[in-house]
C-alpha cells in the first residue's frame, strides 16, 4: 500500500531520500502539467517544476497540513508560472521595445494566469491517476490501456498483455471502475 502524503512529508522531514523520491513521483506530473498548460514551453514549465520542489525542501518543516500538499503544490506551480510568464513578457516587452522584430521564432505568453476551473481539473485527473494505481497491477494496465493511451489497443491485444479473453475484458472493465469509484470516494473525491 502506498503511503500516505502525511507519511512521505513526515519522513522527508526526517532527510528520507527515498519518501522525497516518491513523493516527487507522485506530484511531478501534477506540478509539471500547470505550467504547460499556462503555455510555457518545456524549459520554462521545467524551471517552474525545479523552483515548485526547491521551495518544497524550503518550507517542508512549515507547511501546518500535510495532508493537503497536493493544494500546497498547486497553489506554488501557479504562483511560479504566473512569476515566469511575467518575466518572460517584461523580457519581451524589452526586445520590442529595443526594435527585435518578432519574426525571430519567439513564442508568446499567454498574457492570462491559469484559470481556476482548468487547475481543479488538473488536480482531479492527478487524484485519478493516484487512485488507479492502487488498485492492483491487472485493474492499473487494463485502466491505463483504455483510456490513457492516444490510441486505444485492440481488445485482442489487452486481452494478451493482461493474459485473459477477449469476452472477459468488458466485466473485468466494470469491476475495476467500481472500484476506482469506491477508491475515490474513500479519497474524498466528489
Given at each position: 500500500m502506498e503511503p500516505s502524503d502525511e507519511a512521505l512529508l513526515q519522513s522527508c522531514r526526517l532527510g528520507d531520500a527515498d519518501a522525497w523520491e516518491q513523493l516527487v513521483q507522485r506530484y511531478q506530473r501534477l506540478v509539471y502539467t500547470i505550467p504547460r498548460r499556462a503555455g510555457l514551453g518545456e524549459d520554462l514549465a521545467a524551471e517552474v517544476f525545479q523552483r515548485v520542489f526547491a521551495l518544497l525542501v524550503q518550507k517542508i518543516g512549515t507547511i501546518e497540513q500535510p495532508e493537503r500538499i497536493s493544494a500546497w503544490l498547486t497553489t506554488v506551480a501557479k504562483r511560479e508560472t504566473w512569476r515566469v510568464i511575467q518575466q518572460e513578457q517584461r523580457a519581451l516587452t524589452s526586445h520590442i521595445a529595443l526594435g527585435d522584430d518578432e519574426e525571430n521564432g519567439e513564442i508568446i505568453i499567454a498574457d492570462t494566469a491559469l484559470p481556476d476551473d482548468q487547475v481543479t481539473q488538473i488536480e482531479e485527473q492527478h487524484q485519478i491517476r493516484l487512485a488507479?494505481?492502487?488498485?492492483?497491477?491487472?485493474?492499473?494496465?487494463?485502466?491505463?490501456?483504455?483510456?490513457?493511451?492516444?490510441?486505444?489497443?485492440?481488445?485482442?491485444?489487452?486481452?494478451?498483455?493482461?493474459?485473459?479473453?477477449?469476452?472477459?475484458?468488458?466485466?473485468?472493465?466494470?469491476?475495476?471502475?467500481?472500484?476506482?469509484?469506491?477508491?475515490l470516494e474513500e479519497m474524498g473525491f466528489e
Open positions: 488507479i494505481q492502487t488498485l492492483g497491477e491487472r485493474c492499473t494496465k487494463l485502466l491505463t490501456m483504455l483510456y490513457y493511451q492516444d490510441e486505444t489497443p485492440a481488445y485482442t491485444e489487452i486481452a494478451a498483455t493482461l493474459g485473459i479473453s477477449t469476452g472477459s475484458i468488458g466485466p473485468t472493465r466494470a469491476r475495476c471502475l467500481e472500484k476506482l469509484r469506491r477508491k
